[in-house]
């Protein structure tokens, strides 16, 4: 059952996340990576572990080299 709430849980802050447009999403995504590398990481699954290593920090690098909206 936690494993339910917890993707329902997911689900909603992903929906928040896409209506910032795509800066907020990478950024979400760099979150929810990081917490799954983690996971990944504790249970020696490497390989796996440095893949979402990999994905936070490309979710990272868009959010860094994008402009914010309103700032130039």
Same mark, same amino acid.
């Given at each position: 059952?936690? /494993?339910?709430?917890?993707? $329902?849980?997911?689900?909603?802050? =992903?929906?928040?996340?896409?209506? %910032?447009?795509?800066?907020?999403? #990478?950024?979400?995504?760099?979150? /929810?990576?990081?917490?799954? $590398?983690?996971?990944?990481?504790? =249970?020696?699954?490497?390989?796996? %572990?440095?893949?979402?290593?990999? #994905? ?17």
């Amino acid at each position: 059952m936690a /494993a339910r709430e917890s993707r $329902s849980d997911f689900l909603q802050a =992903h929906d928040a996340a896409t209506d %910032g447009g795509p800066i907020e999403a #990478a950024s979400f995504i760099s979150g /929810a990576v990081a917490e799954l $590398s983690q996971l990944a990481k504790r =249970h020696r699954l490497d390989l796996l %572990g440095y893949l979402l290593d990999m #994905a936070k920090l490309e979710a990272d690098e868009i959010t860094r080299r994008e402009p914010t909206p309103g700032k130039f």
